[in-house]
């Protein structure tokens, strides 16, 4: 296959579920399993790409979410909106910590499929579990246009959500923080607006670090991936546009439900195919 089809395939599968409850990492990690043969020539190399592609997809939340970034920059002044800045900032900063203390320590599981499945299966239990019980509460939604309120254990909440994810591939970053956002009584989508929200930061920051690192490690192969990485981040950011217009679409009748069992149906699949070739 060549690496031109392989790059759109996987900018597809990000965009696609970066921004949806389901594990960009743990799609992305399977579908290269199953790709004829690897285009990258090394860790490093994939590690670039991945982190490239989820920066594209920020790309997307930004146009999507235009009026309300828009706010946050003109309107910082205004003590909501300060308040609201100030908490995604603190969420954003333990994660930043937390990740660089993770790496560090080389604190991860190993990126194959059971964890995968099991994340996949244990977060997809828990949006059934919590939808069912917003909806015995009669948690309504808030009406549109105004900014949540995010209390200090939310903020925190979140920050830690996200190094969940992290550390477990197939947990999804933006399923965990909504996951925890939900069950912290958040409605649905204050919980999705502030998690989209602060993965703006989170993928860039990400994206940022890896453009410096590989820049200080070996700039000339960052030259040599540069096409590769634009036409990845290109159709990632397309993709996810399109995925979160749906989303968001999507949520204002719907709830977050079909996403669970989506995760355990899947989940339940990746058991069943490395229990068979575990026997073989």
Do not use: C
Not at 42 to 51: H, S, T, W
Not at 98 to 113: I, Q, T, Y
Not at 140 to 149: D, Q
Not at 178 to 195: D, H, P, Q, T, W
């Amino acid at each position: 296959m060549p690496d031109w089809l392989q790059v759109i395939i996987l900018g597809i599968i990000e965009g696609i579920t970066e921004f949806l409850p389901i594990s960009s990492t743990g799609h992305l990690l399977l579908v290269e399993q199953w790709l004829p043969e690897t285009m990258f020539e090394d860790d490093g190399a994939r590690e670039r790409f991945m982190v490239f592609i989820q920066s594209g997809a920020v790309l997307a939340v930004i146009a999507v979410f235009k009026e309300r970034v828009r706010e946050l920059i003109t309107q910082w002044r205004q003590t909501e909106v300060r308040d609201y800045l100030i908490k995604m900032i603190v969420t954003f900063l333990i994660t930043a910590v937390g990740g660089l203390a993770l790496k560090a320590a080389g604190w991860e599981l190993p990126n194959n499929s059971v964890p995968i499945a099991w994340a996949l299966l244990i977060g997809g239990v828990l949006f059934i579990v919590i939808e069912q019980r917003n909806v015995k509460t009669k948690n309504a939604e808030k009406e549109n246009g105004s900014l949540a309120t995010i209390s200090w254990t939310i903020a925190v909440a979140f920050g830690l959500a996200q190094l969940v994810a992290m550390v477990f591939p197939g947990a999804s970053r933006s399923g965990t923080t909504i996951l925890i956002g939900m069950a912290l009584g958040m409605r649905r989508g204050e919980a999705v607006e502030y998690s989209f929200l602060l993965g703006v930061p989170t993928l860039l920051a990400a994206g940022i670090y890896q453009l410096m690192a590989a820049i200080s490690e070996d700039g000339s192969a960052l030259v040599a991936e540069a096409s590769r990485l634009t036409l990845g981040t290109v159709v990632s950011a397309i993709t996810a546009f399109a995925a979160v217009k749906w989303l968001l679409s999507y949520l204002q009748k719907n709830t977050f439900i079909v996403f669970g069992w989506y995760r355990i149906g899947l989940g339940i699949l990746i058991l069943l195919i490395a229990a068979k070739h575990t026997i073989e």
